[in-house]
């Protein structure tokens, strides 16, 4: 099937490399022209595992290419899938890029077209995404919407194996023609559910709503076992194996972060609220999130005192969440503003995020070579972010190069025990404290 995905970020890249790699011919689209030279390289503009691997396989087989010239790779698909960004500004989503599509779309059609929203958005705006193109051809088309459930860092096995996929359609031949494209993915019989276009945006919404709440609801618990003497981590584990709760999603830490569930939480706020129906359970999530990275910092604070001018802090993890460059909403940031508004000096290091880093902090902090180079001479190791290379490392080695044996886990992924037998001073979050 020729298909064209316009936008080439997390949600039309993976999709346009998994398309391809089913046998589709794709044409990817962007306005950023440097973006789409490093792409027709073989160079990913997003460090997603396995991603690179797809890219440069479906160029050099000739079933994926990558254009701005959005007219002419439109002739030339049948199926369009939009996965444009919708940024958030305060609780309101900006669609100027998915207007922008519409109308684009709208004056090139020429033929019969089945056009998808691939992008997150309001309920109710692939309703307006089919009335701008309406206005802009006479041409017969049908307008799908197919909400993403991508996870950062297991984007590509969430594509090609996914837990369900959603199509919203008003057409029955138009869905079959989404189900077709999507039949190389669920042949292990995960469900293909077929609704209603404002229910499909709709099941987007509540699902990251959903897990954003339990994240939430166990950083307040957290908070509460550090005032009681529980450990949040036992209290985790028994929660789990109760079957209707599960394991998933229940770790306390510094909050969640990226471009889905804080744009989406916002958006819902927001949505509640012009309609007069108020969701106060994601107004709760949305402040417990916000103040929690906030209450991490100030247990730093509390330890050292609120003037850090003398004191050299170490930041492991910058990116939201591990096996991610991507920094959007990262609780590093707000907690690295922190630490250098009180005056402390900040060196950090991630896997992959440091260039994004650089953008983000400039000269205001170090970058360091690796984790070990980070610790050189410092007062105290912040861990933010759970990346795989910081959960076993040489603590002797670590305490040689601190300043001060002094350990903030974000994360919880230290045991209180060993550390305190090992010499740290060590804090996380919900549980006891070590020293």
Same mark, same amino acid.
């Given at each position: ?14 999709a ?26 073989g ?63 709208g ?22 995404l ?24 297991a ?54 709503? =959903? ?27 028994g ?16 909050? =969640? ?50 003037n ?51 953008t ?11 984790? =070990? ?9 912040v ?21 001060a ?31």
């Amino acid at each position: 099937m020729n298909i064209a995905v316009i936008g080439t970020g997390y949600v039309g890249l993976v999709a346009g490399c998994c398309f391809a790699e089913s046998g589709n011919d794709v044409i990817c689209v962007d306005t950023d022209a440097e973006k789409i030279k490093d792409l027709k390289n073989g160079r990913s503009t997003i460090y997603e595992p396995g991603l690179t691997e797809l890219l440069t396989r479906n160029i050099r087989e000739g079933r994926l290419a990558f254009t701005t010239d959005l007219a002419g790779a439109v002739k030339k698909s049948f199926v369009i899938f939009v996965a444009v960004g919708t940024p958030q500004h305060g609780g309101e989503t900006d669609l100027t890029a998915v207007r922008a599509v519409a109308t684009a779309i709208g004056k090139t059609m020429d033929r019969f077209k089945v056009v998808v929203m691939k992008s997150t958005v309001p309920v109710g705006t692939t309703e307006e995404l089919a009335d701008t193109i309406r206005a802009g051809t006479d041409q017969p088309f049908d307008v799908i919407s197919n909400p993403e459930f991508l996870k950062e860092g297991a984007a590509v096995e969430d594509f090609m194996k996914p837990d369900r996929v959603v199509i919203g359609a008003e057409d029955e031949r138009a869905a079959e023609v989404v189900r077709e494209l999507y039949a190389p993915f669920v042949r292990t019989g995960s469900p293909v559910m077929v609704t209603d276009i404002r229910t499909a945006e709709m099941i987007k919404f509540a699902s990251n709503a =959903y897990l954003a709440t339990r994240i939430s609801f166990m950083n307040e618990f957290a908070n509460l076992c550090e005032h009681v003497g529980a450990d949040i981590d036992l209290v985790r584990k028994g929660m789990g194996l109760d079957q209707r709760i599960g394991h998933a999603f229940l770790f306390s830490g510094v909050g =969640y972060g990226g471009s889905c569930f804080p744009k989406d939480v916002e958006t819902l706020i927001a949505t509640g609220r012009r309609n007069e129906s108020p969701l106060r359970i994601l107004e709760a999530v949305h402040k417990i999130n916000a103040d929690q990275r906030l209450r991490f910092l100030a247990k730093i604070m509390a330890h050292f005192g609120s003037n850090l001018n003398d004191k050299r802090v170490a930041v492991w993890g910058l990116a939201f969440k591990p096996r991610t460059d991507d920094m959007r909403e990262a609780p590093s940031v707000d907690i690295i503003e922190g630490l250098l508004a009180a005056g402390a000096s900040v060196t950090a290091y991630d896997p992959e995020a440091m260039d994004e880093a650089r953008t983000i902090f400039g000269s205001r902090i170090e970058f360091a070579k690796n984790n =070990y180079d980070c610790l050189d001479d410092a007062d105290a190791l912040v861990l933010v972010t759970e990346w795989q290379a910081f959960r076993t490392p040489d603590f002797e080695r670590m305490k040689s190069r601190m300043r001060a044996p002094v350990v903030f886990d974000g994360r919880n992924i230290y045991d209180p025990a060993q550390m305190r037998e090992m010499g740290f001073i060590y804090q996380s979050v919900g549980r006891p404290t070590a020293s």
